[in-house]
């Protein structure tokens, strides 16, 4: 009997310490996720390729876009939809309107820092390549709340 009352003493301590240590989790698990929003396209891209840790949900269907030559953007469509899968509908580690806007905002940042990468020494080419990523942007924020709230 008294080995019966320390087992269940003890699964009780464990559930209680379970419990406790629940919201720290969440709390790293959302500070890694920011961290990972935070990186820039190339630095994403690295990480994704060499590390990818769990929980996360690293899918991606890259740019859903009926224009086939914004393959460019691949990469900041993978981190936004890193970002939608993780604090959206998947997670739910910021499923609010702020945080939606937030990785909208770096979705566009991205694309931007890819088209000087890629295009600073043609005007018309960057000119061109911005325009893009803005309509990208607008997409997104116009057309991406459903995919965001699931």
Not at 54 to 77: A, E, H, T
Request: proline share 4%.
């Amino acid at each position: 009997m008294k080995s019966f009352r320390t087992i269940v003493a003890t699964s009780a301590a464990l559930m209680a310490l379970t419990a406790l240590s629940a919201p720290t989790a969440q709390a790293d698990t959302k500070s890694l996720a920011d961290s990972i929003m935070r990186m820039d396209y190339r630095t994403f891209s690295h990480y994704k390729a060499t590390r990818a840790p769990r929980p996360f949900n690293w899918r991606s269907d890259g740019c859903s876009s009926p224009v086939p030559l914004l393959y460019q953007f691949d990469i900041p469509c993978q981190q936004h939809d890193f970002g939608y899968r993780n604090y959206g509908n998947g997670l739910r580690l910021g499923r609010d309107g702020n945080t939606r806007a937030w990785i909208d905002r770096r979705f566009h940042e991205e694309t931007r820092r890819l088209c000087v990468d890629r295009f600073s020494r043609s005007y018309n080419d960057l000119s061109w390549c911005l325009g893009q990523a803005w309509s990208m942007y607008v997409a997104v924020r116009n057309r991406g709340r459903s995919y965001f709230y699931g």
